[in-house]
Every structure is written in structure tokens, then in C-alpha cells.
């Protein structure tokens, strides 16, 4: 086509004639070709689209690990549609070789404007691989904590308690300390209880591990440790440490805080609170002014 352009230019005039057999020639040549290319590209990919959903759910049906399932499956997805965009370039009469050539070097240029995100990309496989959480794990990274929705390759997406989506890059997450408190499958719940200093530390005890032992989701094994922790400015410290299943914890946090302050008010033990005494000094208050001593 660009050959019959360049003819015509250099005659007299243009050759119409020659110009429409160019694109009459590259319609019926190359034309069709890109058309058949679109067409064939589109339905692979929507076939590509429902296989890899078909074998995320025969995964999941399977048990397979949330996190393998969901990022195996969509890097596939990725990986399948580079290749058939390779070949339809291929098809249509485009030289790969050049446009590796090209992708190459843009590839470059893009490697050097955005390291951050290459970092994110590693971190995001170093996650994958090393699987230090999964999804559903509740996790604390970055001053950041919440219920892991999603890993990409690039971001980690965790719900906070209050509905509030975080997104955290890999990199960051990758290099930097987290809590999985999802791990294991009992976690240790604390609670903290202070009395007066005139109260019958024994009966306290008593009244606490009674409260451990009527509550069903406390764990028998390990036994609940219950001793004076610390002697504060107005009160005694009670550390009361129990075990219990992961998903239970801030139910029996909760219920431990209530149970045990309706049994102190049953039996009297009082919870005190922070008071200041405040003593003035005769001798420290200023002279009165000698109007006040004329009155």
C-alpha cells in the first residue's frame, strides 16, 4: 500500500485506481486477518475466563488452600492470555522478533520508573511462596490490622473490625514484621482486674476462677493462671489469663470483664478507681492584700 501512495505521489497525479487496489489488496490479505485475529482473540479469552473459574471452584471444592486456589488460578489466567496474544501477533503478520525487540526495551524504561511496584511484585511472590498468612487470617503489620481478604501479586487487602478495606503493598509487607493471629488454633486471652488494697485477696481469686470454670468456651487445659500481677497507686492487680479457641477470643474477653465485676458486687469486693488528695498548707497560702485586711 505504502509503495502505490509513493507511486502515485511521484507521478503527474494520483493513481486512485492504484490506491484502491493497495487497500482492496491489504483488506482481503491482512484485513481479514486482524478481523479473524480480533474475533479468535476475543472467544479465547472468555474461554480462558470460565476454565480457570470452573477449576477455582473444583478447588475450593477440594479444600485446596484459599490463597493457592485464588492466586494459582488468576496468574494462569494471565499467563494462558500473554500466550494466545502472542500468537494472534504472530497470525496476523506482525514480526515478533521486533516486537520483542521493543517490548524489551520499553520494559526497561518501565522497570526503571517503577521499582516500588517491582518490589511489590517480589514481595507479593515471597508471600505466596512463603505463606507466612492466608486468607481469612486476621493479621497486625504496618500499625495495621484486620481479616485478610485478598493477596494480588502486587497488594494484600485486609478488612478492618470496623468494614474499612486497607490495601498494603507486598513489598512492604514482605519486609516488615506480622502478627497472624489466626495461626493457631488456641490463643491466650489476658484480662487485668484491680481490687482495694483492704480486699480479701484470696476470696477474689476464688470468685475469678469460679467465673473461668462456668464459662464453656475457657479452656480446662491449659488451667487458668490467676495471681497478683502488680501493686498499682490505688489498687491490686489480678492477671487473669486464660486459654481459649481463636475464633472465641473476644467473646470470652468480653465476658470474663463482665462476669467477673457482677461476682465482685455480689460479694462486696470493690474496684477502685484513681483518686488524688489534695492537702493545702496554712503557711503556704499568699498574704491577703491590704484591702482584705482594712475589711
Request: proline share 3%.
Amino acid at each position: 500500500m505504502q509503495t502505490a501512495l509513493l507511486t502515485a505521489e511521484a507521478g503527474a497525479g494520483i493513481d486512485w485506481g492504484a490506491v484502491l487496489d493497495a487497500i482492496v489488496n491489504w483488506m482481503t490479505t491482512t484485513g481479514i486477518r486482524l478481523v479473524i485475529a480480533i474475533v479468535l482473540l476475543i472467544i479465547a479469552f472468555k474461554i480462558t475466563n470460565v476454565i480457570t473459574k470452573r477449576l477455582y471452584k473444583k478447588l475450593q471444592k477440594r479444600h485446596v488452600d484459599e490463597t493457592l486456589a485464588r492466586v494459582g488460578t488468576q496468574g494462569l489466567r494471565i499467563l494462558v492470555k500473554v500466550v494466545i496474544l502472542a500468537c494472534l501477533v504472530g497470525y496476523v503478520g506482525i514480526e515478533t522478533a521486533s516486537v520483542s525487540a521493543v517490548i524489551a526495551s520499553v520494559g526497561v524504561g518501565i522497570s526503571l520508573a517503577v521499582q516500588g511496584t517491582l518490589s511489590n511484585f517480589a514481595g507479593g511472590v515471597i508471600i505466596i511462596v512463603m505463606r507466612p498468612f492466608k486468607i481469612g487470617d486476621y493479621i497486625k503489620s504496618n500499625g495495621e490490622e484486620g481479616t485478610v481478604e485478598d493477596i494480588r501479586l502486587f497488594y494484600t487487602d485486609i478488612v478492618t473490625p470496623d468494614n474499612k478495606l486497607v490495601m498494603i503493598p507486598n513489598g512492604t509487607l514482605a519486609n516488615n514484621v506480622i502478627v497472624n493471629n489466626s495461626a493457631k488454633e488456641t490463643r491466650r486471652c489476658d484480662v487485668v482486674m484491680g481490687v482495694a488494697y483492704d480486699t480479701d485477696v484470696a476470696l477474689a481469686r476464688a470468685l475469678i476462677a469460679e467465673v473461668c470454670a462456668k464459662n464453656e468456651l475457657v479452656l480446662s487445659d491449659p488451667a487458668p493462671f490467676i495471681e497478683v500481677g502488680a501493686y498499682g497507686s490505688s489498687a491490686i492487680n489480678l492477671y487473669v489469663r486464660v486459654w481459649c479457641k481463636n475464633g472465641d477470643y473476644w467473646t470470652v474477653y468480653y465476658a470474663l470483664l463482665r462476669d467477673i465485676k457482677a461476682a465482685f458486687d455480689a460479694n462486696g469486693i470493690v474496684i477502685p478507681f484513681d483518686q488524688l488528695d489534695v492537702n493545702i498548707r496554712p503557711d503556704a497560702l499568699p498574704a491577703p492584700a491590704a484591702e482584705e485586711r482594712e475589711g
